[in-house]
């Protein structure tokens, strides 16, 4: 976890300064994405929430968004960790969103990429996608390697 509050930490720092909020929305990485962003002191002036939207069930409970295949995507891909961040910062009205998607392994996922594929977004008032493919079949690993590379983006796109 010290290595992701590293990283969390860069991206709060400009956040707070510039009084812009974030909310999570990620799926293969469990929370570990928002426990970073909530471990560190003065959390509550940007962090205004999250959700682990793992299933289909959650997407719809969550995030509303029912069957994503009648708007041409399917989860684990850009356009959909795009469309959940953009959906998450509407829901929250936050400055930003980051949402992930992936399959973590030990097997891949029902749609066809390994296990190690993970689809990152940032939406606000600049958006990025990126695709990040581990080649590690390590749940856990992945898990982490996921996580680094949403904080990576995140601080990226905020200009650290």
Not at 67 to 86: H, K, M, N
């Amino acid at each position: 976890m010290q290595d992701l509050l590293a990283r969390a930490e860069r991206a709060s720092r400009l956040l707070k300064d510039r009084r812009e909020t974030i909310v999570v929305a990620e799926s293969s990485t469990g929370g570990l994405v928002s426990a970073a962003l909530l471990a560190l002191p003065g959390a509550s002036a940007y962090f205004l929430g999250g959700a682990i939207v793992y299933t289909q069930t959650a997407r719809k409970a969550l995030m509303e968004l029912a069957d994503i295949s009648a708007l041409g995507v399917r989860a684990a891909t850009e356009p959909y960790a795009r469309l959940l961040a953009q959906t998450a910062r509407a829901r929250f009205a936050s400055t930003w969103a980051l949402a992930e998607s992936g399959a973590t392994g030990p097997t891949g996922n029902r749609y066809g990429d390994a296990a190690g594929h993970c689809c990152l977004a940032v939406a606000g008032p600049v958006e990025r996608t990126i695709t990040l493919e581990t080649g590690s079949n390590d749940r856990v690993a992945n898990m982490r390697a996921f996580s680094a590379a949403a904080l990576d983006l995140l601080a990226q796109v905020l200009g650290a």
